[in-house]
């Protein structure tokens, strides 16, 4: 009882990740638009704004890992098939578990390296003193400003973490779809084909 409600959870949590980065998917492009449509008018007014740009590199940064994300739960990641489709049924199906399988190793590991360079641990042993810190550690992360936005960079640097995490709840959630310990879910909010995954 206890693994069957733990495998519910990663599947909801998986469904309810979905739901979010469908929203900021939707969001940010439209952002994304109004920022280059703006840029466009006031560079041929003559009156261009200077941070514009640096904004839409962000909000594509943001959109490609965010959508990265949800590619992983819907299976749209690619795949190389030229051994898979000459192997048999039973075969074929342990290979995606295995690729499955890597996503989520992957994605722990992620998680482990965006810990030790985000660094909250030290963080907190500084009494939250980006500069103690910076001086202890070499770690500039919490001292950085953008250039034109001047915005912390560790903020902007979120999409990382925030990327392995949910990417790694999307590979657990397949996994378990893979392995028949959970029925597939219907994915709500994007409407795909059979011929629209690859893997």
């Excluded at 492009?29 to 560079?43: D, E, G, H, Q, S």
């Excluded at 912390?152 to 779809?177: C, D, R």
């Amino acid at each position: 009882m206890p693994a069957f409600s733990a495998r519910g959870i990663v599947v909801r949590a998986s469904s309810l990740l979905l739901a979010f980065e469908r929203i900021a998917l939707m969001g940010l492009m439209y952002l994304l638009t109004a920022l280059i449509l703006v840029n466009v008018v006031t560079r041929y007014s003559h009156f261009p704004i200077y941070w514009i740009d640096e904004s839409a590199v962000y909000c594509v940064v943001w959109l490609t890992f965010i959508g990265a994300s949800a590619m992983t739960r819907l299976r749209l990641d690619f795949a190389v098939t030229m051994m898979t489709e000459r192997l048999s049924a039973r075969h074929r199906k342990l290979a995606k578990i295995i690729a499955t399988g890597m996503v989520v190793v992957f994605g722990v590991a992620l998680v482990i390296t965006c810990f030790l360079w985000m660094d909250p641990i030290g963080l907190a042993r500084a009494g939250f003193d980006a500069r103690k810190l910076a001086a202890e550690t070499f770690n500039f992360l919490y001292t950085e400003r953008t250039q034109t936005l001047n915005w912390p960079t560790w903020v902007l640097y979120l999409t990382l973490p925030i990327f392995a995490v949910s990417m790694t709840i999307h590979g657990l959630a397949n996994l378990l779809e893979d392995l028949e310990l959970v029925p597939r879910t219907p994915l709500k909010g994007f409407q795909l084909s059979e011929l629209d995954g690859v893997n």
